[in-house]
């Protein structure tokens, strides 16, 4: 049966979705919909830096919330819900990125202009700051990308590893060399 943890996630791990009584699916469907609402920011960033086009920005999304809702009830607390989601995040937009690649791209009028153009000066600079970041991480290779993102979300070393598959000093080792790349972007971008 379902059994709630001192942390309040539940442990799902032993019911099936089919056996699950109408009480227990209405329980982890609010349970589901608290987990996304509380990470919201977080799989917004994670979809934000892998696909500029909003109406596919969306569609991760939602390939994002359905991949969670699946795998909720698979969390064994060997991490933590942030950084399972963002396992499960990631891992869902690189399948994503993958299906997308073969097709040209298209860009938008609204992904040319900077956001913010009635905003006071400091806001401004504040977008404009964001929007040249977010470009230099587009530029950025899969895997540096996935790093750079996943460090940006305040993530470990270890978690990173436990995300990527890699070992904690391959995570170093590659994302300080990310890092060097995306100043290198940053610093053309000044010039």
């Known amino acids: ?13 032993r019911v099936e979705f089919s056996s699950m009584s ?11 919909e608290a987990t996304l609402s509380e990470h919201h920011g977080v799989i ?3 979809v934000s830096s892998y ?35 963002l396992s499960i995040a ?18 938008e009028i609204s992904e040319l202009e900077l956001p913010g153009r009635d905003c006071p000066s400091d806001e401004m600079t504040q977008s404009q700051r964001m929007s040249q970041l977010m470009a230099a991480i587009y530029q950025l290779a899969l ?16 978690e990173i590893a436990h995300i990527l598959g890699i070992s904690v000093s391959n995570v170093g080792v590659k994302l300080n060399r990310a890092k060097t790349k995306l100043n290198q972007l940053l610093e053309e971008v000044k010039v």
């Open 1 to 13: 049966m379902i059994s709630s943890t001192m942390h309040g996630v539940y442990d799902y791990r």
């Open 22 to 32: 109408l009480k227990e699916r209405r329980e982890y469907d609010r349970f589901f």
């Open 44 to 46: 917004s960033r994670v």
């Open 51 to 85: 696909e500029r086009n909003s109406a596919l920005q969306e569609e991760l999304y939602q390939e994002i919330s359905v991949a969670l809702w699946k795998a909720l009830a698979k969390f064994d607390h060997q991490s933590s819900l942030k950084t399972y989601i």
């Open 90 to 107: 990631h891992k869902r937009a690189v399948s994503h990125v993958a299906k997308y690649v073969k097709e040209p791209r298209s860009v």
């Open 143 to 158: 895997g540096d990308r996935q790093l750079v993102t996943l460090a940006l979300e305040g993530l470990s070393y270890k």
